[in-house]
């Protein structure tokens, strides 16, 4: 079965790559090498137990989907994805701001939104439109005899050329929010959307388009009354940060005012998305999701939205919202999903492979008797905490309760969710996994350490959003001397002193040496002005 094949793929088994910890450690175990190899079989074999364990628990039949047809190639594909990471634009923030500012909105608009200016006049005709007017995402709304031709990757609405010479265009959309990034559209599948004469009126318009409606396939699945949403789950589907800022934050923009009256009809659809973000998806929808590329049968609509609204970056604008929700609800959707998640049984495995056993600080601080608790979360291959056991004596000694988090790609994200649920501080090297401050308590903290070169995408991608959920973000830039590329580069490389220099180049460059080969080994003294600042800010004074 593929999904366990998957999670047992995805998941390194803890004993070949110990994790990050101080060579100290490794050196007292040195000496007894049986009482070491014997510890790491039992170990291996618990991960194994368990991450099968939860593969066959898994509280997630694939019924909620209505085609269960194979779904290796979207599997394969995701191991891909995952390994890409997304491409920052220069303008990206700008474009943020411009979407507030886009002169009149076309009347589709309107009707893609569900506001009265688009629906007045128009009430009971066939139509298609397209609101193309924005700069992140095109968006288009059918109404009429709508029907799935997933074969030719089309969407046909009869009764949308009645009566209308010539007859309107057909037209074509790549339903995913990175419409600038021109590289990864050029990836989504292209929906052409046929306003076509009505299957029953065939008597005054063209040949052709006789031909097409008498040819007018019935209907399998006729969902009465309910709208359908049509999106991607393809481009950098795969990657954490994306899949909430491209996905399901703009999903819950253009879905929420439906409260779950909506179909969510899925191109390029992944089985492990649906696994992953089961409890947020059934908080937007009623029905079940249609699989739009292997679900072959024809669905039948009366309306239509192709494609998501999106704000920004991790952002939801309460005054483009319709009913002015703002990131803040959002967040409750999650809670709301992620606590209603019963704990399978037996229960999810608590130390490895992703959380460690709490550090409990002794230290009596201003808290009163409640200790406030730091989550602090590690990568592993780049961007990596040299100094994590140091780093966790110091979280304690400043008062903290210490969880560390290692976040897999298979993670549950309930499990995270429990994690994050009781910390006061959220503490992670800039990487995709801060995404998941998402879970964060309003004014609770963040801590994000900039490694050298990536103190543009930390602000952008996760410091402002942050700020703009109500969190206390803290910005920890390292300096030259806390950086791996130190023991690597001269002194006065330009690498080293001014990275602007190099980030300037582009994205491919501030990867290639600063996201893909850097360690950060915090000087703790420096830190633990950061972590003081922290606990003030959760303590009092
Ligand atoms: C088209 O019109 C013919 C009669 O001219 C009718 O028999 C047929 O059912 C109509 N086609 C459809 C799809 O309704
Ligand atoms: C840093 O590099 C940029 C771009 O190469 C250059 O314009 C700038 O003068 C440099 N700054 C310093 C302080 O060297």
Partial sequence: MNRQQRVAATLPTPAHSPPPLPAGVEKERKSSFCHRVFPLLLLTLYAVGSVLRL??????????????????????????????????????????????????????????????????????????????????????????????????????????????????????????????????????????????????ANGSSSSSSRRQAAAAAGCDVRHEGVPALLFSNGGYTGNLYHEFSDGLIPLYVTAQRFRGEVVLVVAEYRSWWLTRYRPVLERLTKYKLVDFSRDTRVHCFSEMILGLRIHGELIIDP?????????????????????????????????????????????????????????????????????????????????????????????????????????????????????HFLFMRPASVLIQVVPLGLEKPAEEFYGEPARRLGLEYLAYNITPEESSLYKIYDRQSPILVNTSSITSKGWEEMKKIYLDKQNVKLNLKRFSKILAQAYTHVCGH
């Fill in 319 to 435: 005054w483009l919202t319709p009913n002015g929700n703002s990131i803040r609800d959002f967040q409750t959707l999650l809670r709301e999903g992620f606590n209603g998640v019963v704990q399978p049984k037996p229960p999810l495995p608590e130390s490895p492979p992703f959380l460690r056993p709490l550090i409990r600080s002794s230290h009596r601080g201003q808290c009163g008797s409640r200790r406030p608790r730091i989550a602090v979360f590690i990568r592993k291959g780049c961007r990596v905490l040299l100094n994590l056991r140091e780093l966790a004596r110091t979280c304690q000694r400043t008062g903290f309760d210490v969880q560390i988090v290692e976040p897999k790609r298979g993670t549950p994200l309930e499990v995270i969710h429990h994690a994050l649920a009781p910390a006061d501080v959220m503490l992670a090297v800039h990487g995709a996994a801060m995404t």
């Fill in 55 to 200: 593969a066959l628990s898994s509280p997630f039949p694939s019924s909620f989907v209505q085609s269960s047809a194979s779904s290796f190639s979207a599997e394969l594909r995701q191991e891909v994805e995952s390994l890409k990471t997304h491409i920052p634009s220069e303008t990206n923030h700008l474009q943020a701001h411009e979407e507030h500012s886009v002169a009149p909105r076309p009347p589709c608009s309107g009707l893609i939104d569900g506001r009265a200016d688009g629906a007045a006049a128009t009430k009971d005709t066939a139509l298609v439109c397209c609101d193309r007017s924005h700069i992140r995402s095109d968006l288009c709304y059918a109404r009429g005899d709508i029907r799935t031709d997933s074969r030719s990757s089309s969407v046909l609405v009869y009764g949308a050329a009645d009566g209308k010479a010539p007859p309107p265009p057909v037209e074509k959309i790549r339903p995913y929010t990175r419409k600038w990034d021109t590289g990864i559209t050029a990836t989504i599948q292209e929906i052409s959307i046929r306003p076509l004469p009505s299957a029953a």
